[in-house]
């Protein structure tokens, strides 16, 4: 049963990230690393890091949106965030982490751009 509800939960990761991939924001981290984070709805962050999804829900944050789970924390405001492991019993990250910039979308040229 608990393997079954753990095939159930990773499949509704892995919809929802699909279904939101076109909301898909990809961070750099000062250490050169990328991940790409989804935000399906104001309370949930879905993390492709380290090539594993990380399903994170919104906790209590006094500045910008913070989310915790799986043994992360992700606390984002504007354009950067900081990502820190969460140890077993912490509420909020001891560890300083890694601070994290949104990559801008590159440009797409369209073939009459490129003709020119």
Do not use: H
């Not at 984002?76 to 890694?98: F, R």
Request: some cysteine; aromatic content about 12%; hydrophobic content about 35%.
């Amino acid at each position: 049963m608990k393997l079954f509800k753990s095939v159930a939960v990773t499949l509704g990761v892995l919809c929802c990230f699909t279904v939101y991939a076109s909301e898909t924001t990809i961070y750099q981290c000062e250490d050169g690393e990328r991940f790409e984070a989804a935000y399906p709805d104001k309370d949930t962050a879905i993390l492709n890091y380290g090539g594993e999804l990380k399903l994170l829900k919104a906790v209590v944050s006094a500045d910008g949106a913070r989310y915790a789970g799986e043994d992360w924390q992700w606390w984002t405001k504007g354009d950067q965030g900081n990502l820190a492991p969460l140890k077993k019993g912490e509420d909020y990250a001891e560890s300083v982490g890694k601070t994290c910039y949104m990559l801008k979308p590159a440009k797409v040229m369209t073939n009459q751009q490129t003709a020119k």
